[in-house]
């Protein structure tokens, strides 16, 4: 540890008269404090404690940053100390919605960037990152999605049931309903039906017959479904009336949905569709479409329609 360097005060001098005259009388008085060796260009001499010449050379803090304008309050830029700048204190919040790369947002606005709103604090063109030191943000919840829905529910909870992560032929959205009084909880919200569309055959009567590359549907889960299904249908060389029949056709269920054409006249034809509603029906059942004439002559059936939308699930 270096020692200050401390100078003595100026001698004193006092005139005494003698018998030759007037002669100079010198008295060194005792030394006085001093500063402290050392200090560089620009530093000044602050205090290091409350003792009295306990004194050292320090350098002069940073000084405010130039501009600003009238109004404008010193706001910090980062986390480092005396990084700051002349902003607008409580500047006006504008909500621009999602963040778009190119503009130059300005402070205020604010952005939505992946599913986390930020707060525009300078004027930057940077997509927005959480402030340095502060807590990690989680994004925006999102509906579990899957080829299952999940085991341990809780009420209100939603869920998006596919077929396949990579082509999915459907996209349905539940909500599971733990007070409904139902085994199947899993409410169906959203979503469009599953369709199939295709088959064709030429048959004679009273035979049940699946429609050759007609569509087929496997259900994903136990519960209740609805059921739609349609064919166009013609006769060739028959000219009476008689009815032929489209089925939906399950591996579990049965047979639950059948309607009814009635031709009239030879090479008669048109198209008909129906509708089963609350159809209860089990996972992993294997539904199809099948036709059925009743009449003489050979009936032809083609493009064959299924289409089916869950109601609830368990």
């Not at 200090?39 to 009295?52: C, E, I, Q, R």
């Not at 830029?77 to 504008?94: C, F, S």
Request: with cysteine; glycine share 12%; hydrophobic share 35%.
């Amino acid at each position: 540890m270096s020692t200050p360097l401390y100078t003595q005060a100026p001698p004193v001098a006092i005139k005494v008269k003698t018998s030759n005259g007037w002669a100079d009388l010198v008295i060194q008085g005792p030394p006085g404090q001093g500063v402290p060796i050392g200090g560089a260009l620009g530093t000044v001499l602050a205090k290091k404690s409350a003792t009295d010449y306990d004194t050292q050379w320090q350098t002069i803090p940073p000084a405010l940053p130039a501009g600003g304008a009238t109004g404008q309050a010193l706001l910090k830029k980062t986390a480092t100390d005396y990084d700051t700048q002349w902003g607008t204190a409580g500047a006006d919040l504008v909500y621009d919605g999602d963040y778009a790369s190119g503009p130059t947002y300005k402070d205020g606005e604010i952005v939505v960037y992946n599913g986390i709103a930020y707060l525009c604090t300078m004027p930057t063109s940077s997509p927005p990152a959480a402030w340095p030191g502060g807590p990690t943000l989680a994004p925006w919840p999102k509906p579990a999605y899957g080829t299952s829905l999940p085991v341990s529910p809780v009420d209100g909870q939603e869920a998006v049931l596919v077929d396949s992560l990579t082509a999915p032929t459907y996209q349905w959205t539940f909500r599971y309903n733990a007070g409904s009084t139902a085994t199947a909880k899993w409410e169906f919200v959203g979503g469009v039906p599953w369709t199939g569309i295709g088959g064709s055959i030429s048959t004679a009567a009273n035979t049940w017959s699946d429609l050759t590359s007609g569509p087929t549907f496997t259900v994903p889960r136990a519960g209740i479904y609805h059921a739609e299904c349609g064919a166009f249908m013609q006769t060739t060389a028959y000219t009476a009336q008689y009815n032929a029949y489209i089925g939906v056709l399950g591996s579990t269920a049965g047979r639950f949905l059948q309607i009814t054409f009635v031709p009239t006249g030879q090479f008669g034809g048109a198209t008909c569709y129906g509708i089963y509603a609350n159809a209860s029906l089990v996972a992993s059942e294997s539904l199809k479409l099948q036709v059925n004439p009743t009449g003489g002559g050979t009936t032809s059936f083609s493009q064959g329609m299924l289409k089916i939308t869950p109601v609830r699930v368990s």
